[in-house]
């Protein structure tokens, strides 16, 4: 089964506590449903239509994995305290095999 990829890029932050309150319960919500970061962190290069904001890529075991730690009660508290302080983009999306 294809390893899963979450990723989620931010176009802007206008609230850097609730980004903080969000990161304390998202990130251990996350690693419970099995993500792991692979990485995180303002871009180091955007090309195109890419904005330079922070980008956060996470691999998981399969799409069904992914989808469930996103869907978790965990992650959904953490989405609550992040309560609009962020505009992002996020995407799962399934690896080559």
């Known amino acids: 089964m294809p390893k899963a990829y979450w990723i ?3 176009r802007s932050v206008s609230d ?5 309150r969000y990161a304390a319960l998202a990130g251990p919500a996350i690693q419970q449903g099995g993500g792991r970061f692979l990485a995180r962190g303002t871009a180091a ?5 890419g904005v330079a904001q922070r980008t ?21 508290e953490a989405l609550k305290a ?3 302080g962020a505009e992002r983009d996020l995407r799962i ?4 095999a």
């Open 56 to 76: 956060v890529l996470i691999e998981f075991d399969s799409v069904q994995q992914a989808m469930a730690a996103h869907d978790s009660a965990g992650y959904q």
């Open 8 to 10: 989620a890029m931010y």
């Open 45 to 49: 290069a955007a090309y195109e239509a």
């Open 93 to 96: 999306v399934e690896g080559l």
């Open 82 to 84: 992040l309560a609009g």
């Open 16 to 20: 850097a506590e609730a980004l903080k």
